[in-house]
């Protein structure tokens, strides 16, 4: 049976590490660092999302400023209201919670911060030091993943790594991060022949595809590690991810579980990347 990579503990240490690190920087006589959180609209899973960020930030030791705003904001609103809290100095983080109404253009809107107050990591420019591989603000889901790899002790040099899904958000530079890691990378998506096949090869099956239970138990390699971004709510209510839990733990030897895997460290890791972006901005 497979070990489970417990995010919440992992999301709590991290959290105090940034805790500690915020405390230092302010004593040092930086600034408090600030989180600007936007919510377009009324969606649930958003509202907790957010909530959820908001209380970390707070229990950081940041400053947290929520704006919520209803669902008929037009483009240019939230637009001129980017634009204020880029030229806000008690601010050096900017989210802006996707999905947006279908009124507003996402990619316009996440140009419009402020590369430095990225801390989602989605600008292009971020995207592009990603690439080039001297990034400082990166996606917080592939950060997330990458530390619950690292606590697995996996040396990922060499290693077959398998993504299923190809997002802008997850599975691309989940791919980058990876690749920084040297391990080689496969991107399997809905067009991809074999992917059974594929994921079986894989030393590590990273699965971030919106699907609940895709991925089959007989698809693992025997000691592989599973992480699964994948959050999908059953017609029961119940909470499952991309992979079959039961099943790939009887194969895997770690796998995260949903919920509490994925999702409470990559809270995390947006609160890291707000320090970052703070001691960015104030140097």
């Not at 995010?7 to 004593?27: L, Y």
């Amino acid at each position: 049976m497979a070990q489970i990579i417990d995010g919440k503990t992992i999301s709590q240490q991290v959290r105090q590490e940034v805790k500690e690190g915020v405390a230092q920087w302010v004593k040092g006589g930086g600034v408090i660092p600030g989180l600007a959180t936007v919510l377009v609209g009324d969606d649930p899973a958003s509202q907790v999302y957010v909530k959820n960020k908001n209380k970390a930030t707070v229990e950081a030791g940041m400053h947290s400023r929520h704006i919520p705003l209803p669902v008929t904001t037009s483009e240019s609103q939230l637009l001129e209201l980017i634009d204020n809290l880029n030229r806000d100095s008690s601010i050096h983080g900017i989210l802006v919670q996707l999905p947006l109404p279908s009124q507003i253009k996402s990619s316009k809107i996440l140009e419009a911060i402020d590369p430095k107050k990225d801390v989602d990591g989605f600008h292009p420019i971020n995207v592009g030091r990603l690439v080039s591989g001297d990034a400082t603000l990166m996606p917080c889901t592939p950060l997330g993943v990458m530390r619950l790899i690292k606590e697995t002790g996996m040396d990922l040099r060499g290693k077959n790594a398998v993504i299923v899904g190809r997002s802008n958000i997850v599975g691309k530079p989940m791919a980058l991060l990876l690749l920084q890691a040297n391990a080689t990378v496969t991107i399997c998506h809905s067009h991809t022949k074999d992917l059974q096949q594929k994921v079986k090869e894989a030393d590590v099956v990273v699965a971030a595809i919106g699907k609940p239970n895709f991925v089959k138990g007989d698809w693992i390699k025997t000691g592989a590690v599973i992480i699964d971004v994948g959050i999908n709510r059953l017609p029961n209510g119940k909470l499952v991810g991309d992979v079959d839990f039961e099943a790939a733990s009887r194969e895997a030897a770690w796998i995260t579980p949903v919920p509490g895997g994925v999702g409470p460290v990559t809270i995390a890791m947006l609160l890291n990347n707000t320090l970052l972006a703070t001691k960015n901005i104030s140097h």
